[in-house]
């Protein structure tokens, strides 16, 4: 047997051994609903979301019965990639959106299409976490403008208008 042979071997196995053992990634308990435009979509999926507070925030949208409606966008301009992403929470049984959003914009000096994407994502990731961090406030609103739908949908008909003379 060659010689290089027999030296790669013992060292492709342990390479092998050892990346068998090394920790993957542990994939989140729960998984938070959300909209968002397709691009984003398919970035979330690759990269998950990534925030202080995720299991909390999470586990408290699905006992609520809530997602997150993300709005974004992303470019490069001016020798400047830039994300930016708007953040609210709706009530997924209802459709009923909550009044308060947040939103951020990040930017870098690397000026390309992929990087914008990932600063998109990192804006996501940080308006979660501000939202995590005042989640009581946010589920308020929801339950708010629910409220307020329920009274001006039970307020009756105005009568019909005199026909003119």
Partial sequence: MHPTRLILIPALAA????????????????????????????????????????????????????????????????????????IRLVRMATRVYGSRSRAVTTLSREATTPEARRLTLQSTNSVLRDIASDADSFVRSVAEEEARLRRVLALPSPPPAAPAR
């Fill in 15 to 86: 390479l092998a051994a050892s990346a068998a053992a090394a920790p993957k990634p542990a994939r989140p308990s729960c998984s938070i609903s959300y909209e968002a435009p397709a691009d984003l979509t398919e970035t979330i999926q690759a990269e998950r979301f990534t925030f202080d507070g995720y299991d909390a925030f999470c586990a408290l949208l699905d006992r609520e019965g809530l997602a997150i409606d993300i709005v974004s966008g992303d470019g490069v301009l001016q020798e400047r990639a830039f994300g930016w992403a708007s």
